[in-house]
């Protein structure tokens, strides 16, 4: 594995050897994670070799391999040949594996056709804007490959629905500090019990999950404050929200335990589900348990949900 060497690849960093990393980058067949019961999707810094050999020892879920916002312009080069190492060195791995590349007119264009034959599980856009852009993106990314769009822009917002064109695009980014920046919003706005933010988070997750996109809830900024994360966290749950971006691993820990599912609650679903398909293999499509109540198919597809979602 190409990231066990990591004095290697950090002397060719130092060195500003571009075209020697480049050599280094050698596509790997790899298997491709379409799971999108994450929880967790943790931002990891391309340019960073010590954060990528780390990849393995990470909890988080979904793994944000980061080429746009802090990322230098001059490292920009050096992240997207270090993130195609790191794709071709976890040709099988349980995480999943998302490019956050730059926006498509600021190299995300050059970015994708580079990274199609290292074959990310995604490729998240930033900045995207419209619903020709997103047809754009449907010829660019290769089959296999998901697309994830970050909805940090007023156009975005008002084209939520619009952006569901096609199965492989199956995840969307809520990203709050842009998108009110755009939308002329003061960040001092940004508190849970805010009606404006609540008003945001509700529409951003009912038609996500009416379009059949994953709603990914956005980054807490201040890490280091897990009574805040909490906070945000126990609400989103409330919510309906099952996933959140993150950027350290203390997070991701809080993000886990907030978002996962009790083992009391994870029986009562399988005894549901066995409940119903036993009555229902009968006909009986309607019934009531002494345990659990009145069970019928939509009590069932919760319980099912539950199940699938772990």
Avoid at 145 to 173: D, V
């Amino acid at each position: 594995m190409l990231l066990k060497n990591i004095e290697k690849l950090h002397e060719l960093v130092a060195a500003k050897d571009l075209e020697a990393l480049r050599a280094l980058a050698i596509p790997n067949p790899r298997e491709q994670n379409h799971s999108n019961s994450f929880r967790s999707a943790m931002m990891i810094s391309a340019h960073n070799v010590k954060h990528l050999y780390k990849i393995p020892m990470l909890e988080a879920e979904c793994l944000m391999l980061n080429l746009e916002d802090g990322v230098s312009a001059e490292q920009k080069p050096f992240a997207l040949h270090l993130c195609a190492i790191a794709l071709a060195s976890f040709p099988k791995i349980e995480k999943k594996m998302v490019v956050r590349i730059n926006p498509l007119d600021e190299g995300g264009i050059e970015e994708i056709i580079y990274l199609n034959s290292f074959m990310p599980d995604a490729i998240r856009i930033p900045k995207i804007r419209s619903v020709e852009e997103v047809r754009q993106l449907l010829t660019l990314v290769n089959d296999g490959i998901e697309i994830h769009l970050s909805i940090e822009t007023k156009e975005a917002w008002l084209a939520l629905k619009e952006f569901a064109l096609e199965s492989r695009i199956t995840t969307y980014y809520l990203g709050m500090l842009d998108l009110f920046a755009d939308l002329g919003l003061s960040q001092s706005l940004l508190l849970s019990d805010n009606p404006t933010v609540q008003t945001i988070l509700a529409h951003f997750l009912l038609t996500c999950r009416a379009c059949g996109i994953k709603p990914v809830s956005f980054v807490y900024q201040d890490y280091k404050n897990s009574d805040g994360l909490r906070n945000w966290l126990e609400m989103e749950k409330m919510m309906g929200f099952d996933a959140k971006g993150c950027i350290a691993p203390d997070q991701v820990k809080l993000i886990h335990e907030i978002f996962g599912h009790s083992e009391a609650e994870i029986l009562r679903c399988r005894e549901i589900v066995k409940l119903f398909e036993d009555h229902s293999a009968l006909g009986i499509s309607g019934f009531v348990d002494d345990r659990y109540g009145f069970i019928d198919e939509p009590i069932y597809k919760g319980a099912l949900a539950v199940l699938n979602s772990r």
